[in-house]
């Protein structure tokens, strides 16, 4: 996440003399990534970098404690000023006034609540100084009211929305407010105007009359939004549940910078802060009082605990041993009370580093804040460990490459598919891994099959390119009733055309890899998506063949596709890890082809390897070509310790001959 800070409101919470070049340099060598500076209306703007972990870095004060913390680090003094935390909270605001709320929260959705009814609000123009504030950082001015809110979550980094409390509807007579979590396909139309129907157990508050007036954490709604002609509001600061807002946020694909902030966890502790701070601007802004007492609902304060590192784990993970005073002004200026032992390191934790866990998170803190840079390098004093490959990994980049250089260009899908590909492919859905909040109705099932990814590329791509070669090494998802799914790895070699000959060469040319015989079969794969007259199951290994055409139709698509699909896993534990050396003869070969006429119906297969076991001087039987019921046979010779002649290869050309008429019925061709 990005945020935007003017360097004169940087400078409201951290005294400092250092330049925006040096606070650029050295917060994004220890801290949150300052990516670039951009000048605005003569005044230098930093555009930050905030990582998901440090919700309390995403606001101009958050990033003011980190440069406080750095800069000394470099030699620059540097002081925290208007810390949120240390704003007064003792002020007694519990006196009743004459506007009510009735409020009832879920702890579980909702752990802290507060609110407040302000009465002669005049809603205006923002002063100048405001209204500059906000625009500097992306923020559009509005009205003096909303861009109060506004200022808050981005000064402090805690999101504030107002409500006009008149339109507010009474349960009871009294204005109601009940959060709770939404119903399936309840409605709500937000600020912006967009309608959106709620998938349920959405965050939301509604009034006494049943309607939702917020769909907390993203948008407030329209019909409590406040207006010019608005005197009494409620100002309202909270905290969510994250795993609430996040998945609302995604699945109704309204993101907002609220959402960004609730998601990642915002500080229950700088809720009260935050909102004295609230009251102080609104009064001074909008000429407004309260009118009402504090609600604020609070269950299960916060409490901090304790964060332990052995001292000796620190030292090895650094590579170099920091002295006791460096460790503890380090960890002290983040705001951790610190106590270090000659055995230990224990921190507790502030409310607004929950980030902190583990004891590895403390050694971060401490090795970045001294600087990466600064830690020596230093080589290892035992032997390296020794790390053993996985095999099958090795042969997934060698089996890739060979493919590359084949001509095969190498794809990557989704790992899930839609709903519509599994009913076309008739996949059992029940036997399938469906997402729970798929992104797009494109990614709903965990795939079963690679085919349905390997076809839809191929739909997609013929309109650029009359002729495809691809492959996909990938993750397939087998069901495992009450468990995770099994993970096969899968590969499909794909190509456009009718090239059942081609496609089972390449499986021959991945077999030899491997050192694996390629299964002697005629046997018809029992699949829906492979034409029997064009296909071959290769035993526990896989298939290839020709997809029907009543499927490649039904996909969109125009031209055969010939597909070779083997489970990688069988190939890679089949696979011999010793191979054998043959050298080259020096003695050169003696090659011939052979045409035969064959009966309808009679393999080729079988008929090469009955050539090939005719005599030992028969080294290869290749297919060379195919013409209606003829077959040419490329039949090399070879003999490694003399050259071959014509009387050597007479003879067992007649022994082939005579084979061939006996046992397949075939005859050369020309011959009577």
Known sequence: MNILIPDSWLREYVKTKATPKQIKEYLSLCGPSVERIHEVKGEAVYDVEITTNRPDAMSIAGVAREAAAILPRFGIKAKLVGDP????????????????LSITTDAKLNPRWTSIVFEGVNVAPSPKWLAEKLEKTSVRSINNVVDITNYLMRAYGQPAHVFDYDTIEPKNGIPTMILRASKKGETITTLD???????????VIEDGSGRLIDLCGIMGAKNSAV???????????????????????????????????????????????????????????????????????????YKSYEVRCLRKKIDAYLGTKLSDKIIKEILISLGFATNITKTEVSVLVPS????IAIDVDIIEEIARMYGYHTIATKLPDTEPPVVTPDPVLICEEEI???????????????????????????????????ITNPLSEEWVY??????????????????????LALFELSMIYRHR?????????????????????????????????????????????????????????????GTVGEIRENLLNELGIKKPVTILELDFSQLASHAKKEKSYQPISKYPPVVEDITLIIPDGTHVGPIMDAIKTIHPLIDKVTLLDTYEDTRTFHITY????????????????????????EKFGAMIKGSA
Do not use: C
């Open 638 to 661: 070879l003999d490694p310790k003399r050259n071959l002649t014509n009387e050597d290869i007479v003879p067992i050309r007649e022994k082939i001959v005579t084979l061939m008429e």
């Open 227 to 301: 207006k010019e002609t608005t005197t009494n509001v409620v100002l309202f600061l909270q905290t969510y549940d994250p795993i609430h807002i996040r998945k609302t946020s995604m699945v109704l694909a309204h993101r907002t910078e609220a959402a960004g902030l609730f998601e990642k966890g915002t500080d229950s502790e700088l809720v009260m802060p935050t909102m004295i701070k609230g009251i102080e601007l609104m009064e001074q802004l909008t000429g407004a009082k309260p009118a009402s007492k504090m609600y604020d609902l609070y269950p299960k304060p």
């Open 193 to 203: 105007g967009k309608t959106h129907t709620l998938p349920g157990d959405d965050i």
């Open 481 to 541: 009733h009450n468990d995770l799914p099994e993970e096969i790895p899968m590969l499909v070699v794909a190509g456009t055309g009718r090239a059942f000959f081609a496609a089972k060469g390449v499986a021959q040319a991945i077999f030899d890899i491997f050192g694996i015989a390629l299964p002697k079969t005629d046997k018809a794969p029992q699949s829906p998506y492979y034409d029997p007259s064009r296909s071959l199951e290769l035993g526990i290994y």
């Open 400 to 434: 890739k490459i060979r493919l590359r250089d084949w001509g095969f260009t190498e794809t990557y899908t989704y790992s899930m598919i839609s709903e519509k590909l599994m009913e076309t492919f008739g996949l059992d859905k029940t036997k399938a891994y469906k």
């Open 352 to 355: 607004f580093r929950r980030d």
């Open 85 to 100: 935390y240390t704003i007064n909270t003792t002020k007694n605001y519990s006196k009743e006034g004459p506007k009510k």
């Open 446 to 467: 965990m795939r079963p099959n690679l085919l349905p990814s390997i076809l839809t590329t191929i739909e997609q791509n013929l309109h650029t390119q009359d002729a």
